[in-house]
């Protein structure tokens, strides 16, 4: 089975440079181009199953991607951003003067990252993983799109890099609405085939 994983498009505070998480933001004009461009290549795929994060920006990503179809879309929670508890709204140049250890651990050791009221990346990539295992269990489907974000895309490509948590932000950037292709069997093994738009060797 195929499994599209795309990264929202941008947001408004995705401009402004604010800690998202769990907490919503809109789309800008700029990032529902994104989708609707990023859907002009997906609608030569055979993607009738679609699971989106319920955070609103993932949700308008998904109604630009898929605007000329109709695939069957579930909405799971489980597919949300890393919950980033207090820092949540604040302007990321904020946090960096107030808590400059757990900003260079989030941005350069991400391992080490922990904030009281925030999830771990350690907890995303399990809640994430678990997330994709219950979808490859339940779908027949043999091409699905997933639609998500950075953080929890990128710990699922670490995880099928077997690659450590500490390399989490190492290129490919995850740009908006970055699409990276698994081929996973029902028990969701498998390997990355496209990373972040950039092709994968894997012979």
């Known amino acids: 089975m195929l499994v599209h994983l795309i990264r929202h498009g941008q947001t408004n505070w995705n401009e402004e440079h604010r800690a998202q998480g769990h907490s919503e933001s809109a789309l800008t004009s700029l990032g529902k181009q994104q989708a609707a461009a990023l859907g002009a290549d997906l609608s030569q795929r055979n993607i009738n199953k679609v699971y989106c994060s319920g955070s609103v920006r993932t ?14 879309i579930h909405y799971l929670d489980s597919l949300k951003e890393i ?25 350069h050791q991400p391992h080490l990252f922990s904030v009281a009221g925030a999830e771990s990346f350690y907890e995303l990539q399990k809640r994430a993983l678990q997330a994709l295992f219950e979808i490859c269990k339940k779908t027949q489907d043999t091409e699905i799109a997933i639609i998500s974000h950075g953080a929890l895309i990128k710990s699922l490509l670490c995880h099928y890099e077997d ?41």
């Open 59 to 72: 949700r308008e990503t998904a109604d630009q991607l898929f605007i000329d179809s109709t695939p069957e």
């Open 83 to 107: 919950h980033l508890g207090s820092w949540e709204g604040r302007l990321y140049s904020d946090i960096k003067i107030d808590s400059p250890e757990d900003f260079h651990h989030f941005w």
């Open 163 to 203: 690659r450590p948590l500490s390399g989490l932000w190492d290129p490919p950037k995850m740009h908006n609405c970055a699409h990276s292709i698994l081929e996973l069997d029902s028990n969701a093994r498998g390997y990355i085939i496209q990373y972040a738009g950039m092709t994968m060797d894997v012979t």
